[in-house]
């Protein structure tokens, strides 16, 4: 007679425990919190490119935007029969190009520029003729049409730069030096006088009003304007994200006038 006998194996079974689970759990989201970090940090990274791109682009456009049109500032077109340039209507006292505050005062450095030219080319001006710039708001408006070029009150007025996009923080106009802008306008004819005490001539406040010495009634003056222009802005929402333009023009009509 033989006896089967029957082993019965045990079944060992294996597992992680409450600790592994845990360290488990934490290096899971050190390694998912680490990639959202760097996700975040594109996304933001890319808001910014997307923001300054829009800066850039903004502002590049309303300084080739100004600089293009007060270069023609004062041009007038020659009827039949010819013209005397010491009658250019668009350099008379109310037509000529002129640097302001916002409230109207005359200025150097101001945040606005009224000048005229003649855009149809018939040498008289009319109300469409009247041109200009100006900070109001956070914003860069050009005037398309007006009466003089002494009030920035004065004539219609369109806002080219977008309010709720980017803010203009700074638009200065100089027909001296201003910031890292080093050129002057200048009295092309006229002698400057030397200040009395250091002896040397003061270009800077002298050359474009012909002052120095004071002209008298008869003479003539030649103007060479050249005006300095200053233009910074930011993203609105987002002050880090700013950018600051500058540039010179020289307006290609020089004045020509004669004292009263």
């Known amino acids: 007679m033989s ?7 045990k079944v060992k079974l294996e597992g992680f425990t409450l600790i592994e689970l845990m360290i488990a759990m934490m290096l899971g ?3 998912i919190g680490g990639a959202l970090s760097i996700y975040i940090s594109t996304i933001k990274s890319s808001s910014d490119v997307v923001k300054s791109a829009r800066l850039n682009y903004d502002l590049d456009s309303v300084m080739q935007l100004m600089v293009n049109d007060i270069r023609r500032a004062g041009f007038t077109g020659i009827p039949s029969g010819g013209l005397d340039t010491l009658n250019n209507a668009f350099m008379a006292t109310a037509t000529t190009l ?3 505050t916002l409230a109207g005062a005359a200025a ?3 945040e606005c520029i009224l000048y005229s030219y003649d855009s149809n080319s018939d040498s008289v001006v009319d109300n469409a003729e009247y041109y200009g710039f100006k900070l109001d708001g956070g914003a860069v408006w050009v005037r398309y049409s007006g009466s003089n070029t002494t009030s920035c009150a004065d004539g219609n007025w369109e806002r ?3 309010q709720n996009k980017v803010s203009i923080t700074a638009l200065q106009f100089s027909f001296s ?3 890292n802008l080093t050129a002057t306008s200048r009295c092309l004819n006229y002698l400057i006088e030397p200040d009395p005490i250091t002896n040397l001539p003061n270009p800077v406040t002298d050359a474009i009003d012909c ?3 004071a002209p008298v009634s008869g003479d003539y003056i030649a103007q060479k304007r050249v005006i300095n222009i200053v233009l910074s802005g930011i993203v609105n929402g987002d002050n880090a994200v700013l950018k600051s333009l500058s540039t010179t023009v020289e ?3 020089h004045r020509l006038y004669k004292v009263l």
């Not at 006896?3 to 194996?9: G, P, R």
């Open 108 to 110: 150097d450095p101001g």
């Open 98 to 100: 002129n640097i302001r």
């Open 3 to 9: 006896v089967n006998w029957h082993k019965k194996k």
């Open 251 to 253: 307006v290609r009509n």
């Open 177 to 179: 030096p201003i910031g």
């Open 29 to 31: 989201l050190i390694v």
């Open 160 to 162: 080219i730069t977008h």
């Open 211 to 213: 002052t120095d010495p």
